[in-house]
């Protein structure tokens, strides 16, 4: 079945370096969303990406769509401790779907 | 303000005993979703619906089943045959095929002793 892997599992960063975050999909997708969930928190929706090669910014994060289309990452500059929480990226089953399948997720940690 | 309530935040229960999830979202959302997640884990889906009185089973939906009779609501019930029922459980609601992205409720914690 289709999959979607992130890596990192998990990644220290000492406040003010930057991160990376990928996702890799076994399957094209139609488009790819992002979401931050805070420790204890739930999952918060940041972003869509939908066309090839497609680079969307947000402050210091910024988003990035394969050409492809089986892949993204998410990139934060200068990290700040309000940047903790865990990163999932998700894509759907199929185009149309209503059933969006979520990446195995990325902690971050920053340290001051 | 607009948004989805799951409630309790916190659930105990004695291993055999069902219990239910509530869900409750004030957003017009059509469809709406359970996730399970466990510690450390990624989402997955358990059951699914995209309009009024219709559903369909998710990944994971063995030991668990759900009702959706109102727009607003979509109840989650964890039955005694799920083997391994203490997790996060997450709802969520989106407008139509979640193309916009899902709105996530902050969660019922269960843990079954």
């Known amino acids: 079945g289709q999959q979607v892997m992130q890596i990192p599992q998990y990644q220290h960063v000492q406040e003010g370096e930057d991160f990376t975050t990928y996702c890799n999909s076994s399957?094209?997708?139609?488009?790819i969303q992002w979401y931050k969930q805070r420790p204890g928190g739930h999952p918060v929706f940041l972003i869509q990406?939908?066309?090839?090669?497609e680079v969307k910014k947000q402050k210091r994060l910024t988003f990035q769509f394969g050409e492809a289309k089986k892949n993204s990452s998410l990139h934060i500059t200068a990290t700040q401790t309000t940047d903790v929480g865990t990163y999932f990226c998700?894509?759907?089953?199929?185009?149309?779907?209503?059933?969006?399948?979520f990446g195995t997720g990325t902690r971050l940690k920053v340290l001051a | 303000d607009g948004g989805i309530t799951q409630s309790p935040k916190y659930l105990f229960r004695k291993e055999g005993q069902n219990v239910t999830l509530s869900c409750e979202q004030n957003?017009?959302?059509?469809?709406m979703y359970w996730y399970r997640q466990d510690p450390g884990q990624g989402l997955r889906l358990i059951y699914y619906?995209?309009?009024?009185?219709?559903?369909q089973k998710g990944d994971i939906a063995e030991g668990y089943s759900v009702s959706r009779e109102k727009k607003e609501s979509f109840p989650l019930t964890v039955t005694s045959a799920q083997k391994n029922p203490t997790a996060f459980y997450l709802c969520?609601?989106?407008?139509?095929?979640?193309?916009?992205?899902?709105?996530f409720g902050s969660g019922t914690r269960l843990t079954v002793v």
């Open positions: 957003l017009n959302h059509d469809a």
């Open positions: 399957t094209t997708l139609s488009n």
């Open positions: 998700a894509g759907p089953l199929a185009s149309g779907t209503y059933k969006y399948i």
């Open positions: 619906s995209q309009i009024v009185n219709d559903f």
């Open positions: 969520a609601s989106s407008i139509g095929q979640g193309a916009h992205g899902y709105t």
């Open positions: 990406l939908v066309k090839s090669g």
